[in-house]
């Protein structure tokens, strides 16, 4: 396994905006990105705390770092939280069994693959953040995982999607500010042209 650096607590993905329509069978599942996850915008960004892609990201992590997992060549700094391994721990035995499947295939497939330079990676995280047309870039490979997260959703959201959205929404309520400040030093450092409109950020609680 690689040794990767420290990810922060909250991983904020900027995104072209892109059409909504078409897509594969989980695209039309999925649908695009509901109204409900929409934090705070700015003329710059939409702030969105999304399910999928924080469902995506969370069992990544735990596959590095989560119980059973070889943690011997990893930065320190990577793990998973305690309060979501008491979580874990807290399940009877066929919740922890079913867990378990999702985050051995994340184990098997997907940590040596870099979540931010790999371009299948990349595609994937699109399809996740912006569903429609974004999900017909991804590698074939990756249809599987498509499925393993659509089918594992339920698990996520009952057990640790609650507590990831209010760590979400609590990040971002910190960075808005932040982020608006710069946006106007910067204009009135350099007066540049304002650039096109319609990004936006996701946010994954890891």
Known sequence: ?????????????????????????????????PAASQLPRSE?????SDVFINF???????AQAGPG???????????VRPQDIEVYEQMDATQRER??????????NMIDR????????LALRDCLVMA??????????????????NEHMGQYRMFFWDVHN??????????????????????????RPTPAPGRRAATASM
């Open 1 to 33: 396994m690689k040794v990767r650096a420290a990810l922060l607590l909250s991983l904020v993905i900027l995104l072209p905006a892109g059409p909504g329509g078409g897509g594969s069978a989980f695209a039309a599942r999925l649908g695009s990105m």
């Open 69 to 79: 997992a070889d943690t011997s060549r990893l930065d320190r700094r990577i793990r």
């Open 114 to 121: 870099d979540l931010l330079f790999d371009d299948e990676m």
């Open 99 to 108: 867990w378990d499947v999702p985050v051995a295939y994340y184990r098997a």
């Open 44 to 48: 710059l960004f939409t702030f969105h």
């Open 56 to 62: 995506h990201h969370f069992l990544y992590r735990w």
């Open 166 to 191: 209010q760590a979400n929404r609590a990040w971002i309520a910190e960075m808005i500010p932040l982020a608006f400040a710069s946006r106007v030093k910067s204009r009135r450092a350099w007066r």
């Open 132 to 149: 429609g047309n974004f999900c017909d870039r991804i590698a074939a490979r990756d249809q599987a995982t498509l499925e393993l997260l």
